[in-house]
């Protein structure tokens, strides 16, 4: 079962776990804590899950990404460099 490669399981308090098969069927509620596991490693972690070890929310955005043409995805990209940090050279 996926939940039990999680390095956090026998600690974790999280009632909503992102690598739970059954996932998809549950509600988080108001004021509940996330999953403090990254993405990246929750992904890993749930490989062959439905939902691949993301939430509702960022398997939605995943998919909404896919569905982007390159075209789109190269302008948001570029959007979204506008807001990024860009630290200030010394003079």
Known sequence: MNMHKCPRFRN???PLCPLDPEMEKRDNLPGEPDCPL???????LGEGLPMHGLTKREWAAKLNWE???ILEREKTKS?????SFQPETPI
């Open 12 to 14: 974790c308090w999280v």
């Open 38 to 44: 990254s993405k990246s490693k929750r992904y890993t």
């Open 67 to 69: 569905r982007k043409s």
């Open 79 to 83: 959007r979204l460099k506008e807001f």
